[in-house]
């Protein structure tokens, strides 16, 4: 599997749009790029995930490089709700595969 | 539905005990999963299975033992626990579309071993 690399910790303003990096530079051109995130210390949810094209839903945005080795969560206008762990996650489309979590992005939303 | 549902909720255990956490899902997925987080850091995967009767081990398998009689239920059987196995325990489940597709995450067993 490929690995990520994520900041540990951002802050973003309520209100603005939280940016939020990911680096894969050794996924390989099957593998989806996934993201999750974990409030306090519930199970976690599901956001969003992409191969190739930008993809939009109604939670966030995921915008992929051309070169896929880096991705971009973009949460469009941040509430103190969105306080949490993001994680990057990379999984292949060929049945099941071992991924880990890693430590994720701790993000705090700021009144 | 009820989606992913663990019981308990909570536990503590004695050294050499052991205890089975109870995962269950109503969404009639294929796939199902046990992960381990321990504070302040990600999920590792314990175990997973892709239909009833088919198991394998994931990142962190050690002292652990999981069975899939059945679509819904996928328990995790901790024998002789130690306290190294002191996490909070997450079940998860997924359609079993292709990729990795999304995962839907019960509500946790926090256990506890002194």
């Known amino acids: 599997d490929a690995k990520t690399t994520q900041p540990p910790s951002m802050d973003c303003a309520e209100g603005r749009a939280a940016n939020l990096p990911c680096n894969h530079s050794?996924?390989?051109?099957?593998?989806?790029v996934y993201w999750y995130r974990q409030i306090h210390s519930q199970g976690p949810q599901y956001i969003i995930h992409?191969?190739?094209n930008n993809e939009t839903n109604e939670m966030a945005s995921l915008i992929i490089t051309e070169d896929r080795k880096s991705s971009t969560l973009i949460l469009p206008h941040a509430t103190l709700r969105d306080t949490a762990v993001y994680y990057c996650?990379?999984?292949?489309?060929?049945?099941?595969?071992?991924?880990?979590f890693g430590t994720g992005t701790k993000l705090q939303v700021i009144p | 539905n009820a989606g992913v549902t663990q019981t308990p909720k909570f536990r503590i255990l004695k050294i050499g005990q052991s205890m089975t956490l109870q995962c269950a899902q109503d969404?009639?997925?294929?796939?199902m999963y046990w992960y381990r987080q321990d504070p302040g850091m990600g999920l590792k995967l314990i175990y997973y299975?892709?239909?009833?009767?088919?198991?394998d081990k994931g990142e962190v398998p050690n002292g652990y033992n999981v069975s899939r009689s059945t679509t819904e239920d996928f328990p995790l059987r901790l024998e002789l626990a130690a306290p190294s196995q002191t996490s909070v325990y997450f079940c998860?489940?997924?359609?079993?579309?292709?990729?990795?597709?999304?995962?839907?995450f019960g509500p946790g067993t926090r256990l506890t071993v002194l």
């Open positions: 998860a489940s997924r359609p079993g579309l292709a990729g990795l597709g999304e995962q839907f």
């Open positions: 992409g191969l190739k």
């Open positions: 969404m009639n997925h294929n796939y």
């Open positions: 050794t996924i390989s051109g099957n593998e989806y």
């Open positions: 299975s892709v239909g009833a009767g088919i198991t």
């Open positions: 996650i990379v999984g292949d489309s060929g049945g099941y595969q071992k991924v880990t």
